[in-house]
């Protein structure tokens, strides 16, 4: 079994940015696609980045490319998001998850992740 926890969110001001963490245990996470989504109430999780398990492909949607970094740390098993130029838009709560399928063109769906963190919240406002 692989366990995820999420941590690093926040409030933050427009503008400001934040790195969020998701640590891993019980399995290594380059072993898997990792994705990070985010849910806001009343909407389905989109995903905002994802990383294939060579850590060589990144993939982001549109509204965060050029302002959110994915990486990840296989010593500390870790996997990040620094998110730079927050907007109120990109606020909501942010999830981990891990998937076995490679990466494609674009980040996968929920429905192909088998492991997922509780979530920790990002708040942007002045």
């Known amino acids: 079994q692989l366990q995820l926890v999420e941590s690093g969110g926040g409030l933050v001001q427009p503008g400001g940015s934040l790195r969020l963490s998701c640590a891993a245990s019980?399995?290594?996470?380059?072993?898997?696609?990792s994705t990070w989504f985010r849910q806001v109430p009343g909407k389905e999780r989109e995903a905002v980045s994802c990383i294939n398990n060579g850590g060589d492909v990144r993939n982001y949607a549109d509204t965060v490319r050029g302002r959110f970094i994915i990486s990840r740390d296989d010593a500390k098993n870790t996997l990040y998001l620094q998110m730079n130029s927050l907007k109120p838009d990109d606020a909501g709560v942010y999830y981990c998850?891990?998937?076995?399928?490679?990466?494609?063109?674009?980040?996968?769906?929920?429905?192909?992740?088998?492991?997922w963190g509780k979530g920790t919240l990002v708040s942007v406002s002045s």
């Open positions: 019980g399995r290594p996470l380059d072993l898997y696609s």
């Open positions: 998850a891990v998937g076995p399928r490679p990466l494609g063109t674009n980040c996968p769906p929920q429905t192909d992740m088998a492991y």
